[in-house]
């Protein structure tokens, strides 16, 4: 059964508004789920967030979202989709997910920023969800060890961001971000 609840959008919403919305938007609870690994899922993540079952990319985004919310890091590292009564490995070549869109309010340390993510969720970058960089590519935390990349615009519009402060960086929700320039 696909995923029947529509995307989080940002548009026209005040981060309030957004902050909101993510928080009542839940999930199944993976983390409580310990069923025996039952092998791999032939299902893998390229490194622009596209999936692909057995070599072929799995073009419904509704399916997608619906793999998404099933999806779990475990501590070693692994990616794994789980449900109550099985759990199958999946590859990620990069993060599992993308940021798709931003937004923003307030200057400074009052800043907040808000991310559109392509599980159909939304985050306000902070403490909770934090951003790194990895080799130059900047991955923000969704939940329990789960990463998104940035499409390229987007990146584009946080990096003015960062790099109209001195030195260059970006505060939301009281956190801040160094942003590294090489």
């Known amino acids: 059964m696909p995923e029947t609840r529509p995307p989080l959008e940002l548009a026209g919403r005040s981060l309030d508004e957004i902050a909101?919305?993510?928080?009542?938007?839940?999930?199944?609870?993976?983390?409580?789920?310990?069923?025996?690994?039952?092998?791999?899922?032939?299902?893998?993540?390229?490194?622009?967030?596209?999936w692909f079952h057995d070599g072929k990319?799995?073009?419904?985004?509704?399916?997608?979202?619906?793999?998404?919310s099933v999806l779990r890091?475990?501590?070693?590292?692994?990616?794994?989709l789980v449900t109550p009564v099985e759990k199958l490995d999946i590859a990620v070549?990069?993060?599992?997910?993308?940021?798709?869109?931003?937004?923003h309010e307030g200057e400074?340390?009052?800043?907040?920023?808000?991310?559109q993510v392509s599980d159909g969720t939304a985050l306000?970058?902070?403490p909770d969800h934090g951003l790194r960089f990895v080799d130059g590519l900047p991955?923000?935390?969704?939940?329990?060890?789960?990463?998104?990349?940035?499409?390229?615009?987007?990146?584009?519009?946080?990096a003015e961001l960062a790099l109209a402060s001195d030195p260059p960086g970006l505060w939301s929700a009281?956190?801040?971000?160094p942003f590294p320039l090489s």
């Open 20 to 50: 909101a919305a993510a928080a009542a938007r839940g999930g199944p609870p993976v983390e409580r789920w310990n069923p025996s690994h039952c092998g791999d899922s032939g299902m893998r993540i390229d490194r622009e967030g596209r």
């Open 57 to 68: 990319r799995i073009e419904r985004d509704a399916l997608v979202r619906l793999f998404a």
């Open 124 to 126: 306000i970058l902070g």
């Open 73 to 80: 890091r475990e501590s070693d590292g692994r990616h794994v």
């Open 139 to 158: 991955l923000v935390t969704v939940r329990g060890g789960i990463e998104a990349s940035f499409e390229r615009p987007v990146w584009y519009e946080l």
């Open 108 to 115: 400074g340390e009052g800043r907040r920023i808000a991310f």
């Open 174 to 177: 009281g956190a801040r971000f």
């Open 93 to 103: 070549e990069l993060a599992a997910l993308r940021i798709t869109a931003m937004t």
